[in-house]
């Protein structure tokens, strides 16, 4: 610069304040303007070039916020460079006017890193074979390291030391620095395995018992897990303690598109019996009756009933047919004897899967009379007002 002036004619010497102020209030001025448009203009012709594209990773790269923190650059770059020049006379003043503009530019360097690995995540999350991957934690950490070696550099310059010898200087208190992160290193340290693992992802169904988490997740973040409740309260749940401890993930029922059903009827042990003769002749006329496996000469209407019930599901529309149907009795208890419906419906949807049950034991329930059987209930007050009038 010294030798372009020379080559204009101007002593560099002989300038006085007036016209150093002067100079530097052209120099901050010229570095505005090609800021501005470069702002204006060249932020919105590569926006247009990237919108033309076929990828969408451009698009999500070379975003608005990336681009404004490039152009943020050139006003301190520029004014840093005619430093030397304009404060040549007042090397005291250069000096800390330099270490100023140089912490500026650390700090809108970190923060153009920052917005590429923001854009770098957001592309990443519409790629179908890395949605099934926590890569919101790890984005956050990347942005941690870089955030910690701009403060390094800064407090290098400010001490003007290296940087080496700074670390060197916090290694020694790594301990303390293990206490104040260990939330996020025990964070990073589960995301991976999560990740690796394939344990958790954005749009899970999870069930924690133990935390009273029922919902699905929603966000993954570095420090914290958040999941939106089916009653729409939100809980967030510390990575680590989804590795340390158990949960129930529901999503190898979404990706099988078959949904359990295992709920049972109590009957009333008082009305199981031997079918009589007239009632083996009405069954023995319908359909589901044949292929059922004697096992005697008589036949309990209990046994019947199981296997119209098989039969009933079986040949039911919304039911999975791939997957196990069992009829089968458990343990008697005072409240009767539990007959258990064990199917899985062809859909995970929680409403038409709630349907489709409903409309399998309304049938059950209705059509248990045909074969001699009682629904066990405890009495009600119409049971014992009528008990009461019998008694009478």
Not at 64 to 77: D, G, Q, S, W, Y
Not at 84 to 108: D, G
Not at 218 to 241: A, F, G, H, M, Q
Not at 374 to 384: A, H, L, M, N
Request: net charge neutral; with cysteine; proline share 3%.
């Amino acid at each position: 610069m010294e030798d372009i002036m020379v080559d204009l004619g101007i002593s560099v010497e002989k300038l006085s304040t007036l016209q150093r102020v002067l100079m530097f209030c052209l120099v901050v001025a010229v570095a505005y303007l090609l800021e501005f448009f470069c702002r204006k203009v060249l932020i919105k012709t590569i926006r247009s070039v990237t919108a033309r594209t076929e990828t969408k990773w451009d698009d999500y790269i070379l975003n608005t916020k990336v681009l404004n923190c490039a152009c943020h650059l050139i006003c301190p770059v520029i004014i840093f460079f005619f430093l030397p020049l304009i404060l040549e006379q007042n090397p005291t003043l250069l000096f800390y006017a330099q270490k100023l503009i140089t912490l500026y530019i650390i700090v809108i360097c970190v923060m153009l890193v920052c917005a590429l690995l923001g854009g770098f995540y957001a592309a990443s999350a519409e790629e179908a074979g890395l949605q099934n991957h926590p890569l919101q934690g790890l984005a956050q950490m990347l942005k941690l390291i870089v955030i910690a070696i701009g403060v390094i550099i800064g407090i290098s310059v400010l001490l003007d030391k290296n940087p080496i010898v700074i670390l060197t200087g916090l290694g020694a208190s790594a301990a303390v620095l293990m206490l104040v992160f260990k939330d996020t290193i025990l964070g990073l340290v589960a995301g991976v395995q999560l990740s690796a693992n394939k344990m958790l992802k954005v749009g899970d169904w999870i069930a924690i018992p133990s935390r009273n988490v029922n919902g699905v997740v929603y966000e993954v973040t570095l420090t914290t897990v958040k999941v939106r409740n089916y009653d729409n309260t939100i809980i967030t749940v510390p990575p680590y303690s989804l590795v340390s401890e158990s949960f129930q993930n529901w999503r190898g029922m979404w990706e099988s598109g078959a949904r359990r059903v295992m709920r049972s009827i109590n009957i009333d042990m008082n009305t199981v019996r031997f079918c009589s003769a007239e009632d083996m002749a009405r069954y023995e006329g319908e359909k589901w009756f044949e292929g059922i496996e004697r096992s005697g000469e008589r036949e309990v209407n209990l046994k019947i009933f199981r296997h119209y019930l098989e039969h009933y599901i079986t040949n039911h529309p919304r039911v999975d047919k791939n997957t196990m149907i069992m009829i089968r009795q458990l343990q008697p208890t005072p409240q009767g004897l539990p007959v258990e419906l064990y199917f899985f419906t062809a859909t995970t949807e929680w409403k038409r899967y709630e349907y489709i049950q409903a409309d399998i034991f309304d049938h059950a329930i209705a059509i248990i009379n045909e074969f001699g059987l009682k629904v066990f209930q405890s009495p009600t007050g119409d049971d014992i007002t009528s008990l009461k009038l019998t008694q009478r």
